[in-house]
């Protein structure tokens, strides 16, 4: 069975930091390519970061780039999402996603990130 576990979400102010990890098992995670998306209230899903199989190419939408960083360790077959920079407009349900094609069917139960003064 496919588990994608998040963590590390929570409330943090504006230009405040977090770290996202996403725990996976029950598939080969250090051959899939991986990706983060989000869902802000009342809004769709968001694709916001990728990375490869072996984690030497990532991906991000224009609006992380530069304050978000995704990485992986496969000996731990774990995701990481490095939040930095945070907004107010960053704040959603953020979900570890298998696969970077934007298929959302297999992802986590999501971790909450409110950024608030």
């Known amino acids: 069975e496919v588990q994608l576990v998040e963590s590390g979400g929570g409330l943090v102010q504006p230009g405040g930091s977090l770290r996202l990890s996403c725990a996976a098992s029950?598939?080969?995670?250090?051959?899939?390519?991986m990706s983060w998306a989000r869902q802000a209230p009342g809004k769709g899903l968001e694709w916001i970061a990728g990375?490869?199989?072996?984690?030497?190419?990532?991906y991000y939408a224009r609006s992380v780039e530069g304050r978000f960083t995704i990485s992986r360790d496969n000996s731990k077959n774990t995701l990481y999402l490095q939040l930095n920079s945070l907004k107010t407009e960053d704040t959603a349900m953020y979900y570890c996603v298998r696969g970077n094609n934007g298929n959302y069917e297999t992802r986590g139960q999501g971790t909450l990130v409110t950024v608030s003064a």
């Open positions: 029950g598939f080969g995670f250090s051959i899939a390519d």
């Open positions: 990375i490869s199989s072996g984690g030497t190419l990532t």
